[in-house]
């Protein structure tokens, strides 16, 4: 009922930004709640933060909050995840999910490589 195509990942220095963008299909997007999660290497998929249809409410993982801005433009049917003052520490594979309550009976996307090297 709902595809995600995640993009605008790839590798930056750290201090620097980028803007992660996730296309959602489907006329149902507005009724979702659309979130960012993320997987290093040999770690368990990691919560990074979620934004309501609305767009009235937001939620970060303390890793993250203060650097990066979730949103989204249900007229386009899109998200976004802008990350700032990136760190090593946040290279993975982010995933954009949507959801109505938990991510684990939601839909994902295909994933989006993130690198941030020293």
């Known amino acids: 009922q709902v595809q995600l195509v995640e993009s605008g990942g790839g590798l930056v220095q750290a201090g620097g930004s980028l803007r992660l963008s996730c296309a959602a299909s489907g006329r149902t997007f507005s009724y979702y709640t659309m979130g960012w999660f993320r997987q290093a290497p040999g770690k368990e998929r990691e919560f990074v933060a979620h934004?309501?249809?609305?767009?009235?409410?937001?939620y970060y993982a303390d890793s993250v909050k203060g650097r990066f801005t979730i949103s989204r433009d249900n007229a386009k049917n899109t998200v976004y995840l802008q990350m700032n003052s990136l760190k090593p520490e946040d290279t993975a594979v982010y995933y954009c999910a949507a959801y109505l309550s938990s991510p684990d009976h939601g839909y994902w996307g295909q994933g989006t490589q993130v690198t941030v090297s020293s």
């Open positions: 934004i309501t249809w609305s767009g009235g409410s937001t």
